[in-house]
């Protein structure tokens, strides 16, 4: 099947959900030139027919439908990429109404509406920040709408000033402003670089006077070189940083799972000028998985232990490769149905690193 079929039979399927191929095309918007971004912006709308409420909440379906920052940055980011601005204001308005609820304009991560309260934790979630900031960055500068641009410099210098620490490995990103920090934990600070949004960081510094974007992405890849554990040379989910070496943080499983899959996909998003870091991803990834899909990787033997089949999971392998300059199975990257909410959100933002990084990577069957 070639990517124009997919993309084809895409559109005919959100031609059914909203009435006609026509407007699919129209709320993609104009700027979608390539098949790839063309194919992001239907993944998107597939994704929010499944994932987004009317009140503008996206609801993580293996955590009992709650909603976080996270989530919410996810979705802004995807409306501004596919350039549908009614979702983008759903989502932001419902963020800044149950979300930014601490006093110094961060969020408070999790909302759960069984609970009463809805926010019962305060404590802010560093990368749920990063991501809506950027997305209301990305959506001053594509909307031109100065005031989103405002908020999205607010939360930088607040991040900056109070979820980042200075370390013996340099200025680091803290996860939450509590819970973390040496004195909170046996081996603090404890950091996780899948918060390390190194676009974000990039685009943030640009335009935020003072924000340490580019401090804080030189000590990503330090910790990311620096961090890497056991035959496999990965890094681990959560990095305790109070010896003189970066090692797994403790009370935490010393594996490459859940969290740190997002590592690589933050990085080819980034640049293609770390070959030698997205190799040691790739080449773990064939031998442990092979054609049946990635699989968590413990640490210290370098073996796979729960598999993590879902497409979700290969799209980052397939932008891995394409970062790599290699070839892809352009039908199974290309082939999104959502599943559930954290593969299928690491699968849409795939196809929008690679309609944004390497457009030719999905054009070799056209």
Aim: net charge neutral; hydrophobic share 40%.
């Amino acid at each position: 099947m070639t990517l124009r079929k997919t993309i084809s039979g895409l559109l005919a399927v959100l031609g059914l959900m909203t009435g006609s191929v026509e407007a699919v095309r129209a709320q993609a918007g104009a700027d979608i030139e390539s098949p790839a971004a063309d194919l992001a912006a239907g993944a998107w709308m597939l994704y929010q027919h499944k994932f987004l409420t009317q009140e503008g909440r996206i609801i993580d379906n293996k955590a009992g439908d709650i909603s976080h920052s996270e989530g919410q940055g996810y979705g802004m980011l995807m409306a501004v990429l596919a350039n549908d601005r009614r979702a983008f204001d759903l989502i932001w308005n419902w963020t800044r109404a149950n979300l930014v609820v601490r006093d110094d304009g961060l969020m408070a991560w999790r909302w759960d509406g069984s609970k009463n309260p809805h926010v019962k934790d305060k404590n802010n979630a560093t990368d749920g920040d990063l991501l809506v900031a950027w997305a209301l960055l990305r959506a001053s500068q594509k909307w031109k709408q100065p005031e989103y641009g405002k908020v999205a410099a607010q939360m930088a210098q607040t991040i900056s000033k109070r979820a980042t620490a200075e370390t013996a490995f340099g200025k680091v990103l803290m996860p939450g402003i509590y819970g973390f920090n040496a004195g909170e934990q046996p081996d603090g600070p404890v950091v996780n670089l899948s918060y390390w949004v190194f676009p974000a960081l990039s685009e943030l510094a640009q335009a935020s006077k003072g924000f340490p974007g580019k401090t804080l992405v030189k000590s990503g890849l330090s910790l990311l070189r620096e961090g890497r554990v056991g035959p496999a040379k990965l890094p681990p989910d959560w990095i305790g940083l109070a010896a003189s070496e970066p090692k797994p943080a403790q009370g935490f499983p010393a594996q490459f799972g859940y969290e740190a899959i997002r590592i690589p996909l933050y990085l080819a998003w980034y640049s293609p000028d770390y070959p030698d870091l997205l190799e040691t991803f790739s080449k773990q990834w064939k031998r442990s998985a092979g054609t049946k899909g990635l699989a968590v990787i413990e640490l210290t033997t370098a073996t796979a232990t729960s598999p993590m089949p879902d497409p979700g999971y290969r799209a980052v392998a397939h932008l891995v490769e394409c970062s790599l300059g290699r070839s892809v199975n352009i039908e199974e990257i290309s082939n999104f149905k959502p599943t559930d909410y954290y593969p299928s959100t690491l699968h849409v933002l795939s196809l929008m690193a690679i309609a944004e990084r390497y457009p030719t990577c999905l054009t070799g069957s056209l």
